[in-house]
Nanobody
Framework: QVQLVESGGGWVQPGGSLRLACAASGGTFSDYAMGWFRQPPGKRREFVGAISRSGGTTGYADSVKGRFTASRDNAKNTVYLQMNSLRPDDTALYYC????????????????????WGQGTQVTVSS
């Protein structure tokens, strides 16, 4: 059983940056592919980015490509989401998720394939 705790959310002006972190406990972190998802106000949850167990392969939603970067530090049991050039439509509750049993270099982009979820951290982008 893996527990996930997100941090780093907050309010930022358009064009600004934030770095989210997701700390994992209760399992062997390198066994888990990790993902980031978000749920904007009044909308369904959507995929943002994913990173493989090794950290060597990532995948992103088209809406964030070139602006967001996922990374992980397996020694610190933490996955990160660096968010640059933030826009008002990036406002959402951001979640990290974990799934085990995947190939070393395979990111997982489908939310239904994840087994564990954090509680979320709010990101608000406005002037």
């Amino acid at each position: 059983q893996v527990q996930l705790v997100e941090s780093g959310g907050g309010w930022v002006q358009p064009g600004g940056s934030l770095r989210l972190a997701c700390a994992a406990s209760g399992g062997t972190f390198s066994d888990y592919a990790m993902g980031w998802f978000r749920q904007p106000p009044g909308k369904r949850r959507e995929f943002v980015g994913a990173i493989s167990r090794s950290g060597g392969t990532t995948g992103y939603a088209d809406s964030v490509k070139g602006r967001f970067t996922a990374s992980r530090d397996n020694a610190k049991n933490t996955v990160y989401l660096q968010m640059n050039s933030l826009r008002p439509d990036d406002t959402a509750l951001y979640y990290c998720a974990a799934v085990s049993g995947r190939a070393l270099h395979a990111p997982v982009v489908v939310d239904s394939q994840y087994d564990y979820w954090g509680q979320g951290t709010q990101v608000t982008v406005s002037s």
